[in-house]
């Protein structure tokens, strides 16, 4: 059964730092892409990041040079390093990994940015 365990994020202040994580099992990952996605209240869900196996990496244009992604192929995971946070940061956090016809989500960590 494949699952990917979210950890990380809650409330910072505007300009903070959190770090996301995202370990998936039950299947192997390596091979493929990983990221993350968020929805704020009232809004869709929308790509924040992805990383590729060799290391490539995307971004919304609203989190660069302010967020990075990573990944550990023998761990089966991939990480989010957000800094200097704004409040229009906050949202539900989303771990994601396509395979084959399937894509797996994790099950969301809240992050709030707020004075």
């Known amino acids: 059964q494949v699952q990917l365990v979210q950890s990380g994020g809650g409330l910072v202040q505007p300009g903070g730092s959190l770090r996301l994580s995202c370990a998936a099992s039950?299947?192997?990952?390596?091979?493929?892409?990983m990221g993350w996605y968020r929805q704020a209240p009232g809004k869709q869900r929308e790509l924040v990041a992805t990383i590729s196996s060799g290391g490539r990496t995307n971004y919304a244009d609203s989190v660069k040079d302010r967020f990075t992604i990573s990944r550990d192929n023998a761990k089966n995971t991939v990480d989010l390093q957000m800094n200097s946070l704004k409040p229009e940061d906050t949202a539900v956090y989303y771990c994601y990994a396509p395979k084959l016809f399937t894509v797996y989500w994790g099950p969301g960590t809240q992050v709030t940015v707020s004075s």
């Open positions: 039950g299947s192997d990952f390596s091979a493929g892409v």
